[in-house]
């Protein structure tokens, strides 16, 4: 039977994002040369409440996109990854821009490894940055490393770690899915 | 839309064995390839190891720049083929021109053809995923994709009740039958305009009103779309002159300037201008030609990243 267990309630999930913010906002600034993208869909919603939250601290005036990965996935010849593409909205070039990437969890890196391909596509950036919500530190399959995490989880292969929305699933949380 | 959607067939052969949900799959995932196409750098890795074989047995402008286009921005290795310049005019066969292109490891064939049917025949013969670019005056299913795909554009989305219609030599066109399969799948209301030599008996089959009347159809429709007339396929007279034709069945400034709407207009090419339509209808405002053209690209791109999918999976 598999179980679920909450490793991230509403209330600390809300406390994680301020502090994501407020490292953010140490490290960028005023985000003068800063551009803020999510990565489709996990990391689109991420950084919508990371800009929400940013927008309360005074914080506005910055790039921010959509990015889809669907057609840079090295999975897309086993046909075992989303086959339907979500939208891109990246209206500005990332050329000389310090990049926040942004997604929910961080586990084989090969996500991210796609997203950096197709972030070339909008520009040569100055510097880019991941920032995930939940980093599944081991089982890492490519030498990528986030530069702002908010929480690290170990977990084993076979479990499945799911960062859920107030809007899609009722409540901000971070839950674990494994085998009794 | 959901993640595992795929398309039913493996082929495209025409949009009458499509089913309506692959129709909108088709353009729900060209809505992000145009975005795709407008980037500064309009290239993405989908089909990099899919090599795809371009054969023309008739000839083509836009179709084949168009699939080309969508094959290099997809990444895709291509491979091109004219009739005209090959082992066919030495009196190869169909079937023995394209076994020995696929011996070459060919995935996709992209085809057109005069004889109506070539291509259900070649597949049933070979492997690979064969899109047909125009059999005949059969079908010609990326246009009515593409037509699709232009008007869900200029009319904000949905197409269920909106009325088409569609003007001109209907007898000839592999783009009508197409268009009538695709806009019934996506729920419009269609009609055809022309002259009754240049309208086939069946079409009233098909569940499409039939008009030979252009000003009162004009003023019916939210889309007007017009075919070309197609001298080269017409072996008898079908109407005494094309001034007659422009007279009687030409859409003119005057008739869409007593109109007290706009309609888009629609035409795919290529234009016989001061024939079927006035050069100051066919570069007017309510125009969307050019854009039907640029909208190729990103409808080809998705017919071939979907029958992509689906080859890796099976």
Known sequence: MPVLRVIHDCDRFALTIERLCRHLIEEHGDFANTCLVGVQTGGVQLAERLRDKLTQMGVTDYDYGKLDITFYRDDFRTAKGPLTPQQTEIDFLVENKRVILVDDVLYSGRTTLSALTALNHFGRPAQVELLVMVDRRFRRSLPIKANYRGITVDSLHDEYVEVQWAETHGKDQIILTGSE | ?314
Not at chain 2, 127 to 155: C, F, K
Not at chain 2, 210 to 233: F, P, T
Not at chain 2, 273 to 298: F, K, M, P, Y
């Open chain 2, 1 to 314: 839309m959901a993640s595992d959607q795929q398309l039913s067939t493996k082929h495209v052969l025409g949009i009458k064995y499509l089913t309506a949900a692959d129709v909108e799959l088709i353009l729900d995932t060209a809505l992000q390839f145009k975005e795709v196409i407008n980037r500064p750098i309009k290239k993405v890795p989908s089909l990099r190891d899919t090599t795809v074989a371009n054969l023309f047995f008739e000839n083509s402008t836009r179709t084949r720049i168009s699939f080309e286009l969508a094959e290099k921005r997809l990444s895709a290795d291509t491979v091109n083929f004219s009739a005209a310049s090959s082992s066919v005019k030495k009196g190869e066969t169909l079937l023995d021109t394209v076994n020995n292109i696929l011996a070459m490891k060919v995935d996709m064939v992209v085809m057109r053809h005069p004889a109506p049917g070539a291509h259900h025949f070649l597949a049933s013969k070979i492997d690979a995923s064969i899109v047909n670019a125009g059999d005949g005056t059969h079908e010609h299913p990326t246009q009515a994709l593409l037509d699709a795909y232009s008007m869900r554009d200029a009319l904000g989305g949905d197409l269920r009740g909106k009325k088409i219609c569609i003007f001109g030599d209907i007898t000839h066109s592999r783009v009508a039958l197409s268009n009538v399969f695709c806009l019934q799948k996506l729920g419009a209301k269609v009609r055809v305009c022309g002259p009754p030599t240049l309208i086939p008996k069946h079409m009233r089959s098909l569940g499409v009103e039939v008009s030979y009347n252009v000003d009162e159809s004009l003023a019916w429709c939210d889309v007007a779309n017009v075919l070309r007339i197609q001298l080269e396929r017409q072996d008898t007279k079908f109407i005494p002159s094309l001034r007659e034709y422009n007279r009687h069945f030409g859409i003119t400034r005057e008739r869409v300037d007593r109109l007290d709407k706009p309609v888009v207009i629609m035409h795919p090419g290529p234009i016989n201008r001061g024939v079927e339509i006035d050069t100051a209808v066919a570069d007017s405002e309510h125009s969307i030609i050019l854009e039907q053209v640029e909208n190729g690209v990103a409808v080809r791109m998705a017919v071939l990243y979907l029958l992509a999918a689906r080859r890796k999976e099976g």
